[in-house]
């Protein structure tokens, strides 16, 4: 019984190594393909403007935290009362909570913030 439970280990401890190997031979093959320190690519963004790059400058994205429910035209009158604006902001919600407010002018942008 007890050769029996040797073997068992000696098998057990072939598959480790086995499985030790497998996983070496293939780090070192995802290594070897997807390894590009060598292939230094600059990438310069400075050269690409953005067509909307003026508009999101004058952009809130925030979250709406309330249990409750609100219309896109209620909060947009909240926030008109709020700051004392006659409609000089677009207002939309993107996903649950989550809304977009850009201003006509910057200044109104920076007086918001």
Do not use: P, Q
């Not at 072939?14 to 780090?27: F, V």
């Not at 590009?36 to 690519?41: F, Q, Y």
């Not at 508009?55 to 926030?79: C, P, S, Y």
């Amino acid at each position: 019984m007890a050769s029996k439970n040797l073997s068992k280990g000696k098998d057990v401890m072939g598959e480790n190594a086995r499985d030790e190997e497998m996983i070496e031979s293939l780090e070192t093959a995802f290594s070897r393909r997807w390894n590009l320190a060598d292939k230094e690519v600059v990438i310069n963004l400075e050269e690409i403007k953005d067509a909307d790059e003026e508009r999101w400058t004058r952009t809130l994205i925030g979250k709406l935290h309330t249990k409750r429910w609100f219309d896109e035209e209620d909060i947009k009158r909240e926030l008109i009362k709020n700051w004392n604006f006659k409609n000089k902001f677009d207002f939309s919600l993107v996903a649950d909570g989550i809304c977009t407010i850009t201003f006509k002018k910057e200044i109104d942008y920076l007086f918001v913030l």
